[in-house]
Each structure stands twice: as structure tokens, then as C-alpha cells.
């Protein structure tokens, strides 16, 4: 499981500034960078911070509500966020309960996360040894493709060449359907 921006991925933040002419510069590469170059470094788990070049002021959490903002905006884009979620996003602003919304949301994230990489786990666990084992590696392709193609930005991969053993897969799935139409005409006895 990748760690995101903020976990300490990989070593000390990439320090961003951001110009007066709202333009972004990379102190780690020297040179100046798009809002989608940071959407790219939050999606690969690189940390980075976004510092106001004349004051120093921490602006990450600005930029990175901007990222998702353009995202959400973006025509005929997926949007994430449903209508009713912001509502209620927006009514804890002042609440009594604000104070605790930051860590359930985050909380609730990770948790989505891990049962992600669980179902993972567990689809592919499901069919190892069998002859379908094969056919679940290739869905589970297809659900990470689906769902890198409905991220911001994200591009759907090309599919992969067929492989040579697709005469083996076949005999597998007959003597499998062979075995199970057995079992129902026993059962039918």
C-alpha cells in the first residue's frame, strides 16, 4: 500500500513555493510546476509542502483544496464528492463538532484504504489453485484499470497481450464446467 503525502514516503518534504504571479516552483528540481504536477506527487505518496515565497506561510492545505476543487470542476469529470456530503461538510464549520471532523475523516480514509487492499487480498486469495485463478487476475486487472481511469488525471492502461495459454485455460474451464455438470446430474438422482 502506497503511504500518501504526509506519511514521511520517501524522506523530508519537497519544499514548493508559490509566487505572487500564482506560479509554482519545485526547489527539489528547479523548476516551476502545475497544480497537476502536484496531484501527480500527492497520487505517487511523494510529501511536499507549499510555502508563499514572500511571507514563508504554509499554504499546503490551500493548494491542496485547490487540486480538488479543479478536479471536481473539471468538465465531464467523475466528481467525487457527492452535493449532499459538502452540505454536510459545511454545516460542521462552526459546530461544536468541528473540531473532531479532520481525524474521523482521516480515520475513515485509511480505514477505506485497508479494506481496499484487503478486498484485493481476498478476491485473489479466492481463486489461487483453481482454474479460475487466472480469470480473477485479469478482473482484478481490470478493477485497478477502471479505477486509475476515474481518478483525476488518471489514465486508463492499455490491456495486456493475450497469453499463449488460452487453449489451457479453456480445457481447464470445460473439465471444471464437466465436473459441475456432473455433481447437478448426481444431485438430480
Same mark, same amino acid.
Given at each position: 500500500m502506497k503511504k500518501l503525502a504526509g506519511d514521511g514516503a520517501q524522506g523530508a518534504p519537497v519544499t514548493i513555493k508559490k509566487y505572487a504571479?500564482?506560479?509554482?516552483?519545485?526547489?527539489?528540481?528547479?523548476?516551476?510546476?502545475?497544480l497537476e504536477h502536484l496531484a501527480a506527487m500527492t497520487r505517487d505518496g511523494r510529501d511536499f509542502k507549499v510555502v508563499d515565497a514572500k511571507t514563508e506561510e504554509d499554504i499546503t492545505h490551500n493548494i491542496l483544496t485547490q487540486i480538488i476543487m479543479e478536479a471536481e470542476g473539471k468538465d465531464g469529470g467523475q466528481q467525487m464528492l457527492p452535493v449532499n456530503f459538502l452540505r454536510q461538510l459545511i454545516s460542521l464549520y462552526g459546530d461544536s463538532m468541528q473540531a473532531v471532523v479532520p481525524g474521523y475523516l482521516e480515520a475513515s480514509m485509511e480505514s477505506f484504504r485497508r479494506n481496499q487492499e484487503q478486498f484485493r487480498s481476498a478476491v485473489e486469495g479466492a481463486f489461487a489453485n483453481s482454474p479460475f485463478a487466472e480469470i480473477a487476475k485479469r478482473n482484478m486487472a481490470m478493477f485497478?484499470?477502471?479505477?486509475?481511469?476515474?481518478?483525476? $488525471? $488518471?489514465v486508463?492502461?492499455?490491456p495486456a497481450a493475450a497469453e499463449p495459454s488460452k487453449d489451457a485455460e479453456i480445457a481447464a474451464l470445460r473439465a471444471e464446467l464437466a465436473a459441475l455438470h456432473e455433481k447437478v446430474e448426481k444431485l438430480g438422482r
Open positions: 504571479n500564482r506560479r509554482l516552483y519545485n526547489t527539489e528540481s528547479s523548476s516551476y510546476i502545475t485497478d484499470a477502471a479505477t486509475k481511469a476515474f481518478k483525476p $488525471g $488518471g486508463a492502461p492499455k
